[in-house]
């Protein structure tokens, strides 16, 4: 009993390491900050260690190590806000986890190029972190995880029509940012 006890446990702890990557990838995407990722990304395996029994569909596995990371995340900025206001760095225009993804932008390419990259990925993340907590998890999950409509509906634990309208808000608070900035650097108009 103890040993088919023990393989239970190994394939349901296996489903979600294999999400590992993208889990940390979306928490990292949430909090801008490496250390934070990591904290978030534990405590919602912790969690979801209870249901390891239950884990048998790997896209239920990541459905739920979402579910959890995202209340996880949403219970912990609605406490900051409570606490303190959030200051951002003045000093710092770019996060963390931003300068990562732009290291692996430059090259030996040409450096203005390089410097088109590095402020339309700072205008994207400036669009990201203005919108709304509720908001700004549909793109996370739409746009840079690649999840479904009904996965994200299955995550979220609400309707279909929900998840469509939000995202489409959404995209369009982006696309507006976007806009703003396009025409504040002289480079035309966004296509989303």
Not at 5 to 20: C, K, N, P, T
Not at 48 to 54: E, V
């Amino acid at each position: 009993m103890f040993s088919r006890r023990q393989g239970r446990e190994g394939d349901g702890v296996e489903l979600a390491l294999r999400h590992l990557d993208s889990l940390y990838a979306a928490a990292l995407n949430l909090t801008h900050d490496g250390s934070s990722a990591d904290d978030l990304v534990q405590e919602a395996f912790l969690r979801g260690y209870r249901y390891y029994r239950r884990l048998t569909d790997s896209d239920e596995c990541k459905a739920l190590l979402y579910k959890i990371m995202l209340n996880l995340w949403l219970k912990d900025r609605r406490r900051a806000q409570r606490e303190v206001s959030y200051e951002e760095s003045a000093d710092d225009p770019v996060p963390k986890a931003l300068a990562g993804r732009l290291g692996e932008l430059r090259g030996a390419g040409d450096p203005e190029a390089e410097m088109i990259k590095e402020n339309c990925l700072v205008a994207v993340d400036q669009a990201l972190q203005k919108l709304p907590p509720h908001l700004k998890v549909m793109v996370i999950l739409a746009d840079i995880e690649g999840f479904t409509y009904q996965e994200m509906a299955n995550v979220l634990r609400c309707p279909l029509g929900t998840v469509m309208s939000r995202l489409y808000r959404a995209r369009r608070c982006v696309e507006r940012e976007m806009q703003a900035f396009a025409e504040g650097t002289g480079q035309g108009k966004v296509q989303m």
